[in-house]
């Protein structure tokens, strides 16, 4: 099943769900996900007979401060989509009953599953690192977090190449948000300092996909061994265990997964610094057979750097 964003859940009372909505341009609207913070919907974009995936949100828009919100998280996300390594946002709206809504690219499936059934090789892991970490590296120079990197929002498209998605706790840096609360973190991709209510900035990033990059070699995240819920107390002296190592795993991807995930966020490299040592790291190059060249994206920057020196 297509997940994007929470973890899904479909014991949901029944009472609890939100009816299919009307959204203007598609048809044939199916539930694909069902989660605490959205629905996912597979459906028709009428125009041009494409399949979309549409994240309509649980929650209403009742204030003008969430209005204010939901703009700024779909900006946020637009900005990135045009990335070849982000999932394309096509439409944002609010729903008759004034459930916000993302129309989005449709998916193949996600990394969560993907390494459930089967963990990536040292080469994969290299090569989805380098591409995540390229298209957080923009997302920096644009003044973007994302915040919530971890398996579920590593997508793969049609073409098997990753996809960065949900930017749905995302902000724009200058904002300097912390109202963020443990209810919708993912703690097992999270570093200490969102518990200890410091402000955002990019090491938080930094910190979840070196995490995600970790679960993916070994099918579980760094130190959750066997509490997939631990309270507070419990969690933030889980960061003072140390990352152990991996059979079959060099050592030399192993030291710089322990330094994406070091506990001082000034100790992490940055997201543009992380993609160039992993782009480098000695590791035999893993084929992608499904992937497409010439893809029909917008063409954008392919690094920070890249950025830097067009801007």
Request: aromatic share 4%; net charge negative.
């Amino acid at each position: 099943m297509l997940r994007y964003g929470r973890s899904v859940s479909e014991s949901q009372p029944a009472g609890s769900r939100q009816p299919v909505p009307t959204i203007p341009g598609l048809s044939g609207l199916s539930v694909l996900a069902r989660g605490g913070y959205a629905t996912i919907y597979r459906a028709i974009q009428d125009s041009i007979g494409r399949e979309v995936a549409v994240k309509v949100e649980n929650r209403t828009l009742e204030s003008e401060r969430d209005q204010r919100r939901f703009l700024r998280e779909a900006r946020a996300a637009g900005q990135m989509s045009a990335h070849p390594y982000v999932v394309d946002l096509h439409d944002v709206g609010v729903t008759e009953d004034q459930h916000p809504y993302m129309i989005m690219d449709l998916c193949d499936g996600s990394y969560d599953e993907r390494l459930r059934a089967d963990p990536l090789t040292p080469g994969e892991t290299r090569d989805v690192g380098a591409k995540i970490a390229d298209a957080l590296a923009v997302a920096h120079l644009n003044g973007v977090l994302h915040r919530d990197v971890k398996p579920a929002n590593l997508l793969i498209s049609r073409y098997g190449e990753p996809l960065l998605a949900d930017f749905g706790l995302a902000v724009l840096a200058e904002t300097r948000e912390t109202s963020i609360t443990l209810e919708v973190l993912t703690p097992a991709y999270s570093p200490p300092e969102t518990f200890r209510h410091g402000p955002p900035t990019a090491a938080v990033d930094v910190y979840g996909l070196s995490a995600t990059l970790y679960a993916m070699l070994c099918g579980r995240p760094p130190r959750f061994q066997h509490d997939p819920n631990p309270s507070l107390v419990a969690l933030l002296e889980l960061f003072d265990q140390p990352i152990p190592d991996l059979p079959g795993v060099p050592a030399v991807l192993l030291d710089l997964l322990r330094m994406g995930m070091a506990n001082d966020p000034l100790a992490r490299p940055t997201a543009g610094r992380l993609r160039d040592l992993l782009a480098d790291l000695p590791l035999e190059r893993e084929p992608n057979p499904s992937a497409v060249r010439g893809s029909a994206r917008v063409p954008v920057p392919r690094s920070a750097s890249d950025a830097t020196q067009r801007a």
